[in-house]
């Protein structure tokens, strides 16, 4: 994902993240984590609490393939790779040489991004509501 600028990346999701989830954290690979609203407004420690939950989601690295993710397509820009975790991982179309990859290969990009976002654990941004 390091071939899509940050401030490209936040402004895809800004547009996909629904307005009613105002805390969420984006990560250099694409990865991002919408947060509970009561649970984000009151942490102090909002990054090491994130860092904590990329730490759990690395746990499970080993059942990656134990399930089905869900594939959303964003117009000719991506698409979002969901997964039981609550994140999500946007590929970029330019991560494949095709132009119409399978929904296994999106898939397998999404989950190796998602991983490699819990193990680097680079936040790129945290979005947080003025108060």
Do not use: Q
Not at 55 to 80: C, M, N, P, Q
């Amino acid at each position: 994902m390091k071939n899509i600028a940050p401030e490209e990346l936040k402004s895809v999701l800004s547009k996909v993240i629904p307005s009613v989830y105002p805390y969420w954290v984006m990560l250099s690979n694409g990865t991002f984590i919408v947060l509970e609203t009561e649970k984000a407004r009151n942490r102090s420690d909002l990054r090491d609490w994130i860092n904590e939950l990329l730490s759990e989601f690395e746990r499970y690295k080993l059942t990656v393939f134990a399930f089905i993710e869900d594939i959303v397509h964003i117009g000719g820009i991506g698409w979002i790779v969901t997964n039981r975790y609550g994140a999500y991982t946007f590929v970029h179309s330019s991560e494949f040489n095709e132009t119409e990859p399978s929904e296994l290969a999106i898939s397998v990009k999404g989950c190796l991004n998602f991983f490699r976002d819990c193990s680097e654990k680079e936040i790129v941004h945290i979005e947080v509501p003025l108060k």
